[in-house]
Each structure stands twice: as C-alpha cells, then as structure tokens.
Nanobody, 115 residues
Framework: QVQLVESGGGLVQAGGSLQLSCVAS????NLWPARWYRQAPGKQRE???????????NVVDAVKGRFTVSKDNAGRTVYLQMNSLKPDDTAVYYC?????????WGQGTQVTVSS
C-alpha cells in the first residue's frame, strides 16, 4: 500500500510562487509516473502536470511557462513549482500515481491565490 503525502500549499498573492511536494512511502517514482491534479470549488478535477520515470515532464497549456514538475533522484518525491500564480490557480492540488495497476491519491493541499 503506497501512501502519498502532499505539502507546500498556502495563501499567496497573485504573481507569487509556491512549491508543492509529494512524498511517497516507497521509492515509486523511478519506476512509475506521477501526476499533479487540481480541483477548484464547483469544478471537476483536472490534470496539471506529469513526470514519468525517466524524468520527462509535461504540463497543461493553462500553466505552461509558469509551472514546472520534477522529481528527486531517490524516486520518493515529486515537486510542482508554481510561479506567477493567478487567482484562477486557486484549488486543492493532488498528487497521483498508478503503481502496478493500482491508483494512489494524496490527501491534497490547498492553494489559494488572492488578487
């Protein structure tokens, strides 16, 4: 049973930065991909960024040029660096991984961007 724990959320003014972390209970990210999702109030959960086991990354167009996803060499932590934050980025951010056919979600971390 893999556990994912996010941290790093908070309240920030528009234009500010935050770095989210997702720590796994096992070294899974050297073998399995990780994704960041977010869910704003009243909206569906949406994909934000992906990092695969070999380190290749991708982010969705809405955050391209502002958000960067990465992982550590140990394979236990993935990061989401968020710059130039906008009020529309306000959401609960979740870490996700698919490991041997099983899905795992973190509990989420709240990001609030004030205008």
């Amino acid at each position: 049973q893999v556990q994912l724990v996010e941290s790093g959320g908070g309240l920030v003014q528009a234009g500010g930065s935050l770095q989210l972390s997702c720590v796994a209970s096992e070294r899974i990210f050297n073998l399995w991909p990780a994704r960041w999702y977010r869910q704003a109030p009243g909206k569906q959960r949406e994909l934000v960024a992906v990092v695969v086991s070999n380190g290749i990354t991708n982010v969705v167009d809405a955050v391209k040029g502002r958000f960067t996803v990465s992982k550590d060499n140990a394979g236990r932590t993935v990061y989401l660096q968020m710059n130039s934050l906008k009020p529309d980025d306000t959401a609960v951010y979740y870490c996700y991984s698919l490991v041997s056919g099983r899905t795992y979600w973190g509990q989420g971390t709240q990001v609030t961007v004030s205008s």
